[in-house]
């Protein structure tokens, strides 16, 4: 049962990550709008090392290439179907751009594979868990206000865009309760989800937040690239630095 306990608080921690956003509550709106289009980039660069640095690298421990390269280009189309269907289904005077949906999609993904990651670790041992889910919590904090970021300059209001922020994080919870429910199991179909996640990644990416930054002009589109790369460093430093 102390098992159980660590490992629900340590998601419980996870999802307050959440509520990154709420520090925008405080600046004036132009600043949170300027704000939000170098977090926009900077999630693009974070997306994109998310996936090359992270997912694909821990996939490949599980899956022989071409059957990753399915699973990748799986969840790739996948994601272009998902935003498919909220563009035909997107009525044309609203302001909240399709792709903020397929983000909290893919971040719910990545999350509730979080949870897996952290409950296989506390299942390992206690210490290993604690670890694990600090180098979790490091990276999350940066990559949440990014996503706050996407869906506020994709069109939702503040309180929206903290409130489904935080929904999205919350499926670090469900991750980390199946993967202690399933202890067995739960590696075998958190390692699926891996490619798939990144396929969704790095559609995400490409097709939606990068083009965002060709909008720039001026000093800002070279601001917004630098800022692209930021993420793109930042998620390499993760990994070199924590191999997490």
């Given at each position: 049962m102390e098992l159980f306990f660590w490992i629900l608080g340590?998601?419980?921690?996870?999802?307050?990550?959440?509520f990154a956003g709420l520090f925008s509550f405080y600046l004036r709106e132009d600043m949170v709008k300027k704000?939000?289009?170098?977090?926009?980039a900077f999630a693009g660069g974070a997306l994109i090392g998310g996936a090359f640095f992270h997912l694909i690298p821990e996939a490949s421990e599980?899956?022989?290439?071409?059957?990753?390269?399915?699973?990748?280009?799986?969840?790739?189309?996948?994601?272009?179907?998902?935003?498919?269907?909220?563009?035909?289904?997107?009525?044309?005077?609203c302001d909240?751009?399709?792709?903020?949906?397929?983000?909290?999609?893919?971040?719910?993904?990545?999350?509730?594979?979080?949870?897996?990651?952290?409950?296989?670790?506390?299942?390992?041992?206690?210490?290993?868990?604690?670890?694990?889910?600090l180098?979790?919590?490091?990276?999350?904090?940066p990559q949440q206000l990014g996503i706050f970021g996407v869906l506020f300059h994709g069109g939702f209001?503040?309180?929206?865009?903290?409130?489904?922020?935080?929904?999205?994080?919350?499926?670090?919870?469900?991750?980390?309760?199946?993967?202690?429910?399933?202890?067995?199991?739960?590696?075998q179909f958190a390692s699926m989800l891996l490619p798939i996640a990144a396929g969704g990644f790095i559609y995400i990416a490409g097709a939606d937040l990068i083009p965002e930054i060709h909008k720039s002009k001026?000093?800002?589109?070279?601001?917004t690239f630098l800022t692209f790369i930021l993420g793109l460093l930042f998620m390499l430093w993760i990994k070199l630095t924590f191999g997490g």
């Open positions: 340590a998601a419980l921690l996870d999802a307050l990550l959440g704000l939000a289009f170098y977090l926009t599980f899956f022989a290439p071409m059957d990753m390269s399915f699973l990748i280009v799986g969840g790739f189309v996948s994601f272009l179907a998902i935003e498919g269907y909220f563009h035909w289904h997107h009525c044309e005077d909240i751009h399709p792709f903020t949906y397929t983000m909290i999609f893919g971040d719910a993904i990545h999350n509730m594979i979080d949870g897996f990651v952290m409950a296989a670790a506390f299942i390992a041992s206690i210490p290993l868990g604690i670890a694990t889910s180098v979790i919590m490091g990276h999350e904090f209001t503040k309180q929206k865009a903290l409130l489904y922020s935080f929904l999205a994080q919350s499926t670090v919870i469900i991750g980390a309760l199946l993967g202690f429910l399933l202890a067995e199991s739960s590696e001026g000093v800002a589109k070279i601001l």
